[in-house]
C-alpha cells in the first residue's frame, strides 16, 4: 500500500516563503517512476493543479504560481517538494501532494491514484 504523508504547513506572511514536503513510501511504489504532483483546494473552491513534476524531471505549473513556486524531487528519498516564494493571500488552501503511479504528468486530480492527507498553508495579509 502506497503512503504520502506531506510535511505540516503553517502561516506566514505575504510576500514570504515556504517549502512543503511529501514522503511517499509502500514496498510495491517505484517513487522514482511515478509522476508526482502538487494540488490544492480553497474553502468552497474546487481542488486545483499546482505542479507537477515527472520521473525524468519534466516540470508542469499552473499559470497562478510560475515564477513563484518550484517543485523538485530526491529518488533517493523517495520524496517530493514544493518550494513556495513570493507567497500571496490568494495562495491560502490545503496543499495535497498526490502520485500518478503509471502515466505522466496530469494537471487532472483524477488522474492521481494515491493522495496525501493535505496540510493547511496560511497566507495572512
Known amino acids: 500500500q502506497v503512503q504520502l504523508e506531506e510535511s505540516r504547513g503553517g502561516l506566514v506572511q505575504a510576500g514570504g516563503s515556504l517549502r512543503l514536503s511529501c514522503a511517499a513510501s509502500g514496498r510495491t511504489f517505484i517513487f522514482s517512476s511515478a509522476a508526482m504532483h502538487w494540488f490544492r483546494q480553497a474553502p468552497g473552491k474546487e481542488r486545483e493543479f499546482v505542479a507537477g513534476?515527472?520521473?525524468?524531471?519534466?516540470?508542469q505549473y499552473a499559470d497562478f504560481v510560475k515564477g513563484r513556486f518550484t517543485i523538485s524531487r530526491d529518488n533517493a528519498k523517495n520524496t517530493v517538494y514544493l518550494q513556495m516564494n513570493s507567497l500571496e493571500p490568494e495562495d491560502t488552501a490545503v496543499y495535497f501532494c498526490?502520485?500518478?503511479?503509471?502515466?505522466?504528468?496530469?494537471?487532472?486530480?483524477?488522474?492521481?491514484?494515491?493522495w496525501g492527507q493535505g496540510t493547511q498553508v496560511t497566507v495572512s495579509s
Open positions: 513534476i515527472g520521473w525524468r524531471t519534466f516540470t
Open positions: 498526490a502520485a500518478r503511479t503509471r502515466g505522466l504528468v496530469s494537471s487532472t486530480p483524477s488522474d492521481a491514484d494515491v
